[in-house]
């Protein structure tokens, strides 16, 4: 472990000289004149005065060496369609894009909101607002009309792109009506909205707002859009994110600091080199999909496979089966994909010529060890466990082969990654806990290049979310719990806050009851993560009525229980659906009038309840028992 150690030692020690150096992975059309200014703690500046462009650095700067090699291989299973893009191709369908935003009057700093499914032109439409200087904020397709409309509100699009439909299990998800509500729903209306015609669903356009882009894009293929180059710290994008409160944050991401952190983290981290071909599972509405399915992979001169499809269709093999087809070198996904694989036939695991896949990475969620050691051993390929957050933007905790090869341990994400200066820290004193002491994975600041700047117009709620959590110590919470064992290795152990974590799916659980809470018969909910042998955690809601004698009339428990996951639905998607709401008469709470979320979540798991000293009323656990 010492070639780690040391690294890791100099990124924290000798941060400017370290990153001073990492940073000539990219182009900087002007040098920067400083690494780090962190004279406003927590905000971190990095290469300052430095001007650079992602997608300059994703698409032109490889054009010369690698036109005419793959950059974007698309695979649907959905649609039965494969596409490779050479960086050429790319590069001409980017400017296509960028062009058409152009004309329609983005320019530097507008935002852009792009909601649609895994299409290459999701990908497109991201570089084309990065290559103009203007914000994107990709929402995920599997949100609905009411996470979309907060979006919306917040980001103030000058315009949307989406499409008629994505597709799942062969079927096609209509987008459109649902971006129609969102937008009839939010205070903010965008200028235009343009929209990739799949032929999947039939869709209404509103005159003098909607365009369809088959047209526009034929008129600007040819187009070549100048890059805007960009001071390093200026935003590049927003992607939301669910923290407690109802509103999801904004995190907003920089350009230079993102671009060296990606381009690094592709060769320590992903073992990557110019070339090599990675896949990333991940839907490209999630930061993983922003990180690792576009720019990472583009910024290091490797193709990238997007892929529009579930693991499990047209069979168990449809991964091996891309794999072996593109000569897949690394592969990303989600445990929660590898445990429903798991459920299938081993020998789909060996169907399939895997020579060039040095290595799987795994993140989103808790990576059980018998999934990890299983699938370890079934392809005889080491699997790595890595941990991070939408707010990091790539890893916080992993092993590195590309620093050095170093045994990983089924459980355990390993270790901090460069650039990290992490801490586990006792909540209560504020200090940093000993070996196997459980406490809050914590950053000491600044954070690395990369990570969030702030929070989307709210420099104030960044500082108070994240920076706010131990006595007497700015520092950066994660809000998970952690602990590092004797031999250095990290083991995370949960969140300390209300969000759960469904199928690798990030949730608040406060905006789901939100939405349970529209429901015109429901006083108050609890909604909580219950662990699941498949997903990890599933969403399980308790309501208590306005008028509880409702539930006396027959079959009004089922009808009230569906009309409540439709309207989760409707407004927060199918995602955040509870696998069961449940009707109780009260809710256990503190005499403060705080909901009793762990004792419900024990309960729910079958587990002893705990210190129930603060309960107002005993009954009403009980009642939570009764209703299970
Ligand atoms: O609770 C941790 C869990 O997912 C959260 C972050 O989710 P998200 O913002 O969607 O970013 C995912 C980026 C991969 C974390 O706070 N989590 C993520 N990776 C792991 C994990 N929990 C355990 N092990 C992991 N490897």
Redesign the pocket.
Known sequence: MQKVREFHRQSIQDREAFWAHEAQRIHWETPFTQVLDYSRPPFARWFVGGKTNLCYNAVDRWLDTQGDQPALIWVSTEVDQEIVYTRADLSREVNAAAATLQELGVVQGDRVLIYLPMIPQAAFFMLACARLGAIHSVVFGGFAAHNLAQRIDDAQPRVIVSTDAGSRGGRPIAYKPLLDQAIAQSSHAPERVVLVNRGLAPMDLTAGRDLDYAPLRARHLDALVPVVWLESNEPSYILY?SGTTGNPKGVQRDVGGYAVALCASMEYIYGGKPGDVYFSSSDVG???GHSYVVYGPLLNGQATVMYEGTPVRPDAAILWRIIETYRVNALFSAPTAIRVLKKHDPALLHRHDLSSLDRIY??????DELTGQWLSEALGKPVI???????TGWPILSAQPGVEEVPTRFGS?SFPVYGYDARVIDEATGQDCGPNQKGVVAIEPPLPPGAMSTIWGNDERFVRTYFQSFPGRLCYS???WGLVDDDGYWY?L??TDD?I?VAGH?LGTREIEESVNTHPAVAESAVVGVADQLKGQEAMAFAVLRNPAVLDESGARDRLEAEIKRVIEQRNGAVARPARILFVNSLPKTRSGKVLRRAIVALCEGRDPGDLTTIEDPGALDQIRDAL
Not at 385 to 391: F, H, I, V
């Open positions: 994110t999630w930061v993983v795994l993140a989103g969620e808790p990576l466990d890595n941990y991070w957050q939408t707010e994400p994660t809000s998970d995370i949960g969140r969000v974590n990030r």
